[in-house]
Structure formats: structure tokens, C-alpha cells
Antibody
């Protein structure tokens, strides 16, 4: 059974780069899946950030594209998110999840709260 | 910009049927998915491919599609079904993921 665990700093300063990692267990990250990031500002809805496929192909939300970088580390069976030049509006719970075009995002990691504040 | 439109809230009494809609122009070309999110928890997939239900999800959850609208139906609603529900699909190219704004289901 696939399990995912997000990790990274819970507090990031404005203008800095947010960096998160999603560790995957029970499944090879080299398999046929898109690996995605989704975020949820406090009290608000879900926002897709982007996903990466086979460590090479990436698609990002157009509204975040200029600030987002995703990568895969097959040796550690994990994938990562970097979001640059953060501001308070980037404060959110960040989730990782595998995506299948037929089966959707399933399962999700537990999420990690990242607060942008000085 | 492309959007998925959901009602902000739906209320039903226990045992009744709840229907949550999600509409957008591109839905007929792309699959729709539904997620349940309870307070303080990560979302859980309850419907995929418009109307398929994961084996771990109770049979009272079902999905349907008609034209530019997909519907999540919960038959015989139980108190434990009170949650936020989000639809998700993709733009007409199938490349970019979109989430609806979410619907808060209240069990009276």
C-alpha cells in the first residue's frame, strides 16, 4: 500500500524559497505515475501546484509556473517541491499525492503546514 | 480562465439523499473525480472516472455525468458523511488540473 509523507520547514521567511519533500513508501517512484503537489490555504479550497512524470516531464499551475520547480530522487524514492519568492499568500497546508489520469489523486499524504512570516 | 463550479453548501437530514453538482465546459472531455475532506484531515478519493467507486468507499457514494455537469450522490446520508467535498478534473487539453471550490455538506 502506497504511503506518502511530506516534510520540510514549517516556517519560511518572505522572499525565501519554500522546499518540501515527499517520501514514498510501498511503491516505486519510478513507476508509471504522475507525482503531484496540491496546497490548501487555511480555511480555503484546494489548489493544484503541479506534477512530475518519470523525473522528466513537468506541468505546473500557470499561476505559479514562474516560481515552481519539481524534481524526483529515485535513489531515495522521493520527490520534491521548490517554490521561490514566497509571500504570505503562500501560507498553506501542502499535500503530495500520486496522480493517475483514470484514478485521480490517491492516496494523499497527511499534509504539512507551511507558514510564510518574518 | 477555466473553472469548476460547485454550490458552496448542501444540507440534508440523516437518511436522506445528498446531491452535489460540479459543472464546467470541458467536463464532457475529461474525467471527473470527487474527494471528501473532513476537518483536519487530508482529502480522500471517493469517486474516480466520473462514476467509479474505490472498493474501500461505502456503496452509498455514487457519481454520474450528464452533459457539462457531474454529480456526487450520497444515498442514506450518515452523520459521518459531514465534510467538504471537492470535484476535480482537467482543462480541455487534459494537461492542467482543476479543483472546484468545494461544497460543505451539513448533516442536520
Amino acid at each position: 500500500q502506497v504511503q506518502l509523507q511530506e516534510s520540510g520547514p514549517g516556517l519560511v521567511k518572505p522572499s525565501d524559497t519554500l522546499s518540501l519533500t515527499c517520501a514514498v513508501s510501498g511503491y516505486s517512484i519510478s513507476s508509471n505515475h504522475w507525482w503531484g503537489w496540491i496546497r490548501q490555504p487555511p480555511g480555503k479550497g484546494l489548489e493544484w501546484i503541479g506534477y512530475i512524470y518519470y523525473s522528466v516531464t513537468t506541468y505546473y499551475n500557470p499561476s505559479l509556473k514562474s516560481r515552481v520547480t519539481m524534481s524526483v530522487d529515485t535513489s531515495k524514492n522521493q520527490f520534491s517541491l521548490k517554490l521561490s519568492s514566497v509571500t504570505a499568500v503562500d501560507t498553506a497546508v501542502y499535500y503530495c499525492a500520486p496522480f493517475d489520469p483514470v484514478e485521480g489523486f490517491d492516496p494523499w499524504g497527511q499534509g504539512t503546514l507551511v507558514t510564510v512570516s518574518s | 480562465s477555466y473553472e469548476l463550479t460547485q454550490p458552496p453548501s448542501v444540507s440534508v437530514s440523516p437518511g436522506q439523499t445528498a446531491r452535489i453538482t460540479c459543472s464546467a465546459d470541458a467536463l464532457p472531455k475529461q474525467y471527473a473525480y470527487w474527494y471528501q475532506q473532513k476537518p483536519g484531515q487530508a482529502p480522500v478519493l471517493v469517486i474516480y472516472k466520473d462514476s467509479e467507486r474505490p472498493s474501500r468507499i461505502p456503496e452509498r457514494f455514487s457519481g454520474s455525468s450528464s452533459g457539462t455537469t457531474v454529480t456526487l450522490t450520497i444515498s442514506g446520508v450518515q452523520a459521518e458523511d459531514e465534510a467538504d467535498y471537492y470535484c476535480q478534473s482537467a482543462d480541455s487539453s487534459g494537461t492542467y488540473v482543476i479543483f472546484g471550490g468545494g461544497t460543505k455538506l451539513t448533516v442536520l
